[in-house]
């Protein structure tokens, strides 16, 4: 029977159906494509400064990134984690505006512990304890009591502004323990204390959240919160950890960058907008545009060469601003884009 003779019914029974994607394939298409870009977009930026910036890509100067972008990897590190806690909504799901604030009262505090004639150790205990207590406040707040956590820790961020304020009077603290003289001068096959601190912290977060059951668990309540709790997880219990974790690393990037500074001086907490970008940043480093430490790393290095390159070019710390609000309006259109349905 030729197929001339067959009806129109029988011809459509032969013909096969064309394979429609998922809409998980064409997340993870478009992920791949975005991941991809951004690191080829990375790619661009070294190659750019290192042929306009004089000394851009001299091995000292590298290590000069590394060393300038510890204290916001830190902080960096904290607001990921929060993200991944809360399923990667900033707006109902987890974000802590107070880590900038948080950082600048950290070092207040260890500044003026230091300037009223306490030790090195009682300083330090004082400036992690001062750190938890605000990731506290903020656990306290968006898991204990409901509040967004958008408006939580906004409240929370004008805390710690104020009582800077009221430690410090806006002036500048001078300090030079022992503690932060060893910070600044020591150093070890070329690489000083401040980077090595972010090598180390960023090797324990990777493994930590992306190696770790608790870690896996993390993403599972962030990512699947019904059925973290259907599965026996305490929910708020991860989410709470979270954000004393953040607390706890913005207390250790104060030590490092009030060894910076040479102690505390007004505006030293003045990186909010840095630390949003970088955390919203990691998606795009990532397959399945999900905040990871992986992306945080590399949006780190993005965001310091950025700055670095800018600064050996004499060009204005406003550009670096404006170049980062349009980077963050980029990075949520992209996420928006990709989650819209028939969107590869």
Not at 86 to 109: F, K, M, Q
Not at 184 to 208: C, E, H, K, R, Y
Not at 290 to 305: D, R
């Amino acid at each position: 029977m030729t197929s001339e003779s067959l009806s129109p019914a029988a011809t459509q029974t032969f013909s096969p159906e064309p394979r429609v994607a998922s809409p998980k394939e064409r997340h993870l298409g478009s992920g791949q494509f975005i991941r991809l870009g951004s690191l080829f977009a990375l790619l661009l930026v070294f190659i750019y400064f290192s042929c306009m910036a004089p000394g851009f890509s001299a091995l000292s100067n590298l290590a000069n990134i590394v060393e300038q972008s510890a204290t916001l990897a830190l902080l960096a590190f904290g607001m990921t984690a929060v993200i991944i806690g809360g399923g990667g909504d900033v707006i109902r799901g987890g974000i802590d505006l107070s880590v900038g604030a948080n950082l600048g009262l950290c070092i207040a505090i260890y500044a003026v512990s230091e300037a009223a004639g306490y030790s090195d150790v009682t300083a330090f205990l004082l400036t992690l304890a001062a750190g938890l207590a605000v990731g506290a406040l903020n656990a306290l707040a968006v898991v204990g009591l409901g509040v967004l956590p958008l408006l939580a820790t906004l409240a929370v961020m004008n805390i710690c502004a104020g009582l800077e304020l009221v430690l410090t009077q806006n002036m500048v603290i001078s300090s030079a323990s022992p503690l932060l003289a060893w910070i600044t001068a020591a150093d070890w096959l070329g690489l000083s204390v401040t980077s090595w601190s972010f090598i180390i912290i960023a090797a324990v977060m990777l493994l930590l959240v992306h190696r770790t059951p608790w870690g896996l668990r993390l993403q599972a309540v962030g990512g699947h919160r019904e059925a973290a709790r259907a599965a026996g997880l305490r929910v708020p219990a991860y989410r709470a950890a979270s954000y004393l974790g953040a607390g706890l690393l913005a207390a250790l990037a104060a030590i490092l960058q009030a060894a910076r500074l040479s102690g505390s001086s007004p505006g030293s907490g003045d990186i909010l907008l840095s630390v949003v970008l970088t955390s919203l940043m990691s998606v795009v480093f990532s397959r399945r545009l999900l905040p990871s430490i992986g992306g945080t790393i590399l949006s780190v290095l993005f965001i310091g060469c950025l700055i670095n390159g800018f600064q050996l070019l004499n060009v204005s710390s406003y550009w670096v601003n404006g170049v980062q609000g349009l980077l963050i309006l980029g990075i949520v259109a992209l996420r928006s884009l990709s989650d819209r349905p028939g969107v590869a």
